[in-house]
């Protein structure tokens, strides 16, 4: 199995920045893509920006320009730093991977517990 760990989370002021991390663990033969998802409350769960075991990169429109996505395969390890924060951006933030567990086994989606993001004055 492959476990995620997210860190990063709090409360920030309109205009501040926040930095997210999560950290994959287990027994992992491959990790494929890694991404960031959020949650607003009442809504449904929404792509933030993910990458690619290649390193492209795909953001949400509404983040482009002020969230970039950076991941360390050596350390199994995706950051995603948030500038020029929202109110709206206020949800709480989950990572994903994408992970083969064995050589021939099923690529499966994996997530983290979420992290908070709230953005207020």
């Known amino acids: 199995q492959v476990q995620l760990v997210e860190s990063g989370g709090g409360l920030v002021q309109p205009g501040g920045s926040l930095r997210l991390s999560c950290a994959a663990s287990?027994?992992?033969?491959?990790?494929?893509?890694m991404g960031w998802y959020r949650q607003a409350p009442g809504k449904g769960r929404e792509l933030v920006a993910y990458?690619?075991?290649?390193?492209?990169?795909i953001y949400v429109d509404s983040v482009k320009g002020r969230f970039t996505i950076s991941r360390d395969n050596a350390k199994n390890t995706i950051d995603l730093q948030m500038n020029s924060l929202k109110p709206k951006d206020t949800a709480v933030y989950f990572c994903?991977?994408?992970?083969?567990?064995?050589?021939?086994?099923?690529?499966?989606?994996?997530w983290g517990q979420g992290t908070q993001v709230t953005v207020s004055s």
């Open positions: 994903n991977v994408v992970a083969r567990v064995r050589l021939g086994g099923p690529a499966l989606d994996y």
């Open positions: 287990g027994s992992i033969f491959s990790i494929h893509d």
């Open positions: 990458v690619t075991s290649g390193g492209s990169t």
